[in-house]
């Protein structure tokens, strides 16, 4: 058989040499000018198999109305048996407890990031390590009861979900109690890592991400003098950023400057050094005051062309890339994340092809890309419970990991659960090239 990723509904198929699967329906709200046979091929399933999961369908004179909701059949789990070169009998059981369907941008998001995971196991077949998925869709108001309930849940080495906080002490129980380890993708509330030791959490909270950018900061650019820029926007949160910056700076004997982007170009000017770089760091991320911040250095360094010049920027600054590049290879600009990729790298480029192959759609422009976020956290997942089992510790490492765009570093969290530290600067460089420095 084919051994790529088969689309059923909102959910795939690993498919292999045998299949083992359960079929349940999710729901669709019907837009305008929708047909049956329409709505079955975007779906990759038959008109027949979209007939027989809505009762009255069938009929001759049934309607297809603009906001009816129907019925998809879909398949939630799989399992796929290896046919390479196994390092290891025993399948891993991975379970996706996610907002699946198509009915609103959370339940979308989750499907592409879902199939990221599913290219992700397809990668690993092909490394010897087989991946049986068991995939339950669960919206904001579902019954994570039901779900659990199932015996399938039990047999599940790790999980990834929820997105919705409501679920986690209920889901936190049930991984600890049954021995499961618990992958938390996005940004939710979960008290339960500080005491549950099965609990991966990805996401980092902002005041996490700012106190780690502003100590790595301080350290890494050590030779810097760092100019911090007023850019006098009270919508700002990035003032957190700066304080906390200045607080490691002042700690470490460290002198600095203050200006402001409403100085006149002689005090504006008063604020940088020549016997050092310096860095420039504005207490916004908004594109009009890092515009008019680039204007004012264009300004100072026409008229003090000895004076050398780099920027320390933030993760929105990303969203400025197709416009501001050039600017930020000009000026040494160091833009803060915990994830990046260069949508035109080889491996970027190939992994947007295979999804567009399979799924007959780009994945969602959005930063991070959702698709992307899900290859990258399953590959790692995967990879460490192939090598270390249930001992896998998400630690800085453990084996060779590229990621297209997540990468992953977790500590444990006292006696709890496991935190991603990951942290990178994007450095755009005056040469035009672009390296990623790992913390």
């Given at each position: 058989?084919?051994?790529?990723?088969?689309?059923?509904?909102?959910?795939?198929?690993?498919?292999?040499?045998?299949?083992?699967?359960?079929?349940?329906?999710?729901?669709?709200?019907?837009?305008?000018?929708?047909?049956?046979?329409?709505?079955?091929?975007?779906?990759?399933?038959?008109?027949?198999?979209?007939?027989?999961?809505?009762?009255?369908?069938?009929?001759?004179?049934?309607?297809?109305?603009?906001?009816?909701?129907?019925?998809?059949?879909?398949?939630?789990?799989?399992?796929?048996?290896?046919?390479?070169?196994?390092?290891?009998?025993?399948?891993?059981?991975?379970?996706?407890?996610?907002?699946?369907?198509?009915?609103?941008?959370?339940?979308?998001?989750?499907?592409?990031?879902?199939?990221?995971?599913?290219?992700?196991?397809?990668?690993?077949?092909?490394?010897?390590?087989?991946?049986?998925?068991?995939?339950?869709?669960?919206?904001?108001?579902?019954?994570?009861?039901?779900?659990?309930?199932?015996?399938?849940?039990?047999?599940?080495?790790?999980?990834?979900?929820?997105?919705?906080?409501?679920?986690?002490?209920?889901?936190?129980?049930?991984?600890?109690?049954?021995?499961?380890?618990?992958?938390?993708?996005?940004?939710?509330?979960?008290?339960?890592?500080?005491?549950?030791?099965?609990?991966?959490?990805?996401?980092?909270?902002?005041?996490?991400?700012?106190?780690?950018?502003?100590r790595r900061c301080a350290d890494w650019f050590?030779?810097?003098?760092?100019?911090?820029?007023?850019?006098?926007?009270?919508?700002?949160?990035?003032?957190?950023?700066?304080?906390?910056?200045?607080?490691?700076?002042?700690?470490?004997?460290?002198?600095?400057?203050?200006?402001?982007?409403?100085?006149?170009?002689?005090?504006?000017?008063?604020?940088?050094?020549?016997?050092q770089p310096n860095m420039v760091v504005l207490?916004?991320?908004?594109?009009?005051?890092?515009?008019?911040?680039?204007?004012?250095?264009?300004?100072?360094?026409?008229?003090?062309?000895?004076?050398?010049?780099?920027?320390?920027?933030?993760?929105?600054?990303?969203?400025?890339?197709?416009?501001?590049?050039?600017?930020?290879?000009?000026?040494?600009?160091?833009?803060?994340?915990?994830?990046?990729?260069?949508?035109?790298?080889?491996?970027?480029?190939?992994?947007?092809?295979?999804?567009?192959?399979?799924?007959?759609?780009?994945?969602?422009?959005?930063?991070?890309?959702?698709?992307?976020?899900?290859?990258?956290?399953?590959?790692?997942?995967?990879?460490?419970?192939?090598?270390?089992?249930?001992?896998?510790?998400?630690?800085?490492?453990?084996?060779?990991?590229?990621?297209?765009?997540?990468?992953?570093?977790?500590?444990?969290?006292?006696?709890?659960?496991?935190?991603?530290?990951?942290?990178?600067?994007?450095?755009?460089?005056?040469?035009?090239?672009?390296?990623?420095?790992?913390?």
């Amino acid at each position: 058989m084919r051994k790529i990723l088969r689309y059923f509904g909102v959910l795939f198929l690993f498919v292999a040499t045998s299949v083992m699967a359960q079929q349940v329906t999710v729901p669709h709200k019907v837009k305008k000018k929708e047909t049956i046979y329409g709505i079955a091929h975007s779906y990759g399933i038959t008109e027949e198999q979209l007939r027989q999961a809505n009762p009255g369908m069938e009929n001759s004179d049934y309607q297809l109305n603009k906001g009816s909701i129907i019925q998809i059949p879909v398949i939630v789990n799989g399992s796929s048996n290896n046919t390479g070169n196994s390092q290891s009998a025993q399948h891993i059981r991975l379970g996706v407890m996610l907002p699946l369907h198509h009915l609103n941008n959370d339940g979308k998001r989750m499907v592409e990031y879902y199939r990221g995971v599913l290219m992700a196991c397809d990668t690993l077949k092909k490394e010897g390590i087989s991946t049986d998925v068991y995939a339950w869709n669960l919206p904001e108001d579902g019954n994570i009861q039901n779900i659990l309930n199932d015996p399938n849940a039990k047999k599940c080495d790790i999980i990834i979900g929820p997105l919705y906080s409501k679920y986690m002490s209920t889901l936190s129980s049930f991984v600890e109690s049954n021995n499961i380890l618990l992958v938390i993708p996005f940004s939710i509330h979960a008290p339960e890592i500080y005491f549950n030791r099965n609990i991966f959490q990805i996401y980092q909270t902002p005041n996490d991400l700012t106190e780690s950018a502003a100590r790595r900061c301080a350290d890494w650019f050590k030779d810097y003098h760092f100019v911090v820029v007023d850019c006098v926007d009270s919508t700002s949160t990035k003032g957190s950023f700066t304080a906390t910056l200045r607080r490691q700076l002042e700690v470490k004997n460290r002198q600095y400057s203050l200006t402001s982007l409403k100085s006149t170009d002689t005090d504006f000017a008063k604020a940088f050094v020549k016997n050092q770089p310096n860095m420039v760091v504005l207490n916004t991320a908004r594109s009009p005051e890092l515009l008019s911040a680039l204007s004012r250095l264009n300004t100072l360094r026409a008229a003090n062309p000895d004076v050398k010049i780099s920027m320390f920027g933030y993760t929105e600054w990303l969203m400025y890339v197709p416009h501001q590049q050039e600017n930020f290879h000009k000026y040494d600009v160091y833009i803060s994340s915990y994830f990046y990729t260069n949508l035109q790298t080889p491996q970027a480029q190939a992994l947007q092809q295979h999804y567009l192959n399979n799924f007959h759609q780009d994945m969602i422009s959005a930063l991070p890309r959702f698709g992307m976020a899900g290859f990258d956290h399953a590959l790692f997942f995967l990879r460490g419970l192939h090598k270390y089992g249930k001992t896998f510790d998400g630690a800085a490492g453990r084996f060779g990991y590229q990621p297209v765009q997540n990468p992953l570093k977790f500590e444990r969290i006292g006696n709890g659960g496991l935190q991603n530290r990951s942290y990178m600067f994007i450095h755009y460089k005056p040469d035009h090239t672009i390296e990623t420095i790992n913390y």
